[in-house]
Nanobody
Framework: QVQLVESGGGLVQVGGSLRLSCVASGRTFSSSTMGWFRRAPGKEREFVSRIHWSDIITDYADSVKGRFTISRDNAKNTVYLQMNTLKPEDTAVYYC???????????????WGQGTQVTVSS
């Protein structure tokens, strides 16, 4: 099992930016597709973004496309989520994920982080 530890969440004003980081333990990071999900209050957990192990292919939810950027540093076993132009509807707990199978559904995730809170205030 891979352990994932997120950091970088916090309180930010509308239009601001945050960068989330997720450090993974274990030797499978460089061969794994990594990503981010989020769960807003009263809502289901939803896919945000993912990055292929090759660092070439990325996917984004329509709601964050153009504002969020996912990246990874395989030498540091770390995946990042740069979030710009934040909106109140981005308020959620953000979870780092290691995918174990194809697809962007939660069922495709093999390992989860504990989550980090992002709050966007207006």
């Amino acid at each position: 099992q891979v352990q994932l530890v997120e950091s970088g969440g916090g309180l930010v004003q509308v239009g601001g930016s945050l960068r989330l980081s997720c450090v993974a333990s274990g030797r499978t990071f460089s061969s794994s597709t990594m990503g981010w999900f989020r769960r807003a209050p009263g809502k289901e957990r939803e896919f945000v973004s993912r990055i292929h192990w090759s660092d070439i292919i990325t996917d984004y939810a329509d709601s964050v496309k153009g504002r969020f950027t996912i990246s990874r540093d395989n030498a540091k076993n770390t995946v990042y989520l740069q979030m710009n132009t934040l909106k109140p509807e981005d308020t959620a707990v953000y979870y780092c994920a290691r995918f174990g199978s194809p697809g962007t559904a939660s069922a495709s995730v093999a390992d989860w982080g504990q989550g980090t809170q992002v709050t966007v205030s207006s």
